[in-house]
């Protein structure tokens, strides 16, 4: 088989991982890796044993498809210059910035026949994967994505950096229209959102509650899903899934007695397999599991959230909790 040549433009913490799971694909040359920081793009460049680019742009000539893992504020930028070169590509979530530049690239991908995936990196998490076959018709779900402070990702609000993924696997799960949402949500560290929380109504009844922080004092992605005779809950951290069906036989209680099965997945790889599937799509092309149009569907949610908690005036809400007074 030809080998795939491709290459990874931004390598900050994100970036260096695609680079280093592309170095190790059999079939596939790692071309060169681009960053605006020289010494950073040179010392993943030497680890992967590649070429190192200041200019992504004369990265574009030499590939077949990259991935973009640079800020989001770049994504609209960089993703039509690879566009505009005939390069496949893999852009890192969200999206972009607003959902006129997400049709935009959608549009141009099109038109130029390349594939678009996005990086919704949740979607490959074999946990996730392992719940299609026990999804019926689910009528409530319950995610808690919370983490610790980190310095990265905080140049987008907490909704764009960690709620996007569980809005993109609920819409995925449920397969209705949503009808509307509500939100709550305050700014405590940076200056946008740091820990919010939506609950999502949909046309056919089905609600989810999501809860995303990123200043917690520990680390939780878990989410339940509820449904007529049965819940899955999904360790998206651990990668184990408890499915509970009821059986017809009672229990003393009068309780159905419940069927209880825990499986775990601990030789996943998210990443590797978000990577695999793209090289898959760029040599069969095919459409993505994630699409640009799925990306972009995520995104609208999530900048609805975002405009209502901003509508809502949760920052002045919150204001006095989050801000020492003067006499304290």
Do not use: W
Request: proline share 4%; hydrophobic share 45%.
């Amino acid at each position: 088989m030809k080998n795939l040549k491709v290459g990874v433009i931004g390598v900050g913490y994100l970036g260096k991982f695609h680079a280093r799971k592309y170095a190790d694909l059999d079939s596939v040359e790692l071309v060169g890796v681009a960053d605006t920081d020289p010494d950073r793009g040179g010392v993943v460049a030497e680890e992967c044993g590649c070429r190192a680019f200041i200019d992504y742009k004369e990265l574009l000539a030499l590939v077949d498809a990259v991935s973009i893992a640079v800020p989001t504020i770049y994504h609209f930028e960089v993703a039509g210059s690879c566009i505009a070169a005939g390069v496949d590509l893999l852009l890192e979530k969200p999206m972009t910035e607003t959902l006129a530049e997400a049709d935009e690239l959608i549009r141009l991908a099109a038109e130029k026949k390349l594939i678009l995936q996005i990086g919704q990196l949740e979607r490959f998490n074999p946990a996730v994967q392992a719940i299609e076959p026990f999804l019926t018709t689910p009528a409530f779900i319950e995610s808690n994505r919370i983490a610790t402070f980190k310095n990265r990702g905080v140049d987008v609000d907490v909704v764009l950096d960690l709620m996007i993924h569980d809005i993109d696997i609920i819409l995925n799960i449920i397969k209705s229209p949503l009808k509307t949402i509500h939100t709550v949500g305050a700014p405590v560290v940076t200056s946008t959102t740091d820990i919010a929380n939506a609950r999502l109504m949909f046309e056919n009844g089905a609600t989810a509650n999501v809860t995303v922080s990123r200043i917690s004092m520990s680390n939780k992605r878990k989410m339940r899903i509820f449904q007529p005779g049965s819940y899955i809950t999904v360790d998206f951290g651990n990668r184990k899934v408890m499915t509970v069906k009821l059986s017809d036989d009672l229990m003393a209680s009068g309780m159905p007695k419940p069927d209880i099965q825990i499986r775990t997945f601990t030789d996943g790889d998210s990443l590797k397999g978000e990577i695999v599937s793209f090289i898959h799509h760029v040599r069969e092309r095919t459409k993505p599991a994630v699409s640009g149009e799925q990306g972009r569907r995520a995104l609208a949610v999530a900048l609805q959230v975002i405009e209502q908690i901003k509508e809502h005036q949760q920052l002045d809400l919150f204001k006095d909790l989050i801000t020492p007074s003067v006499n304290e």
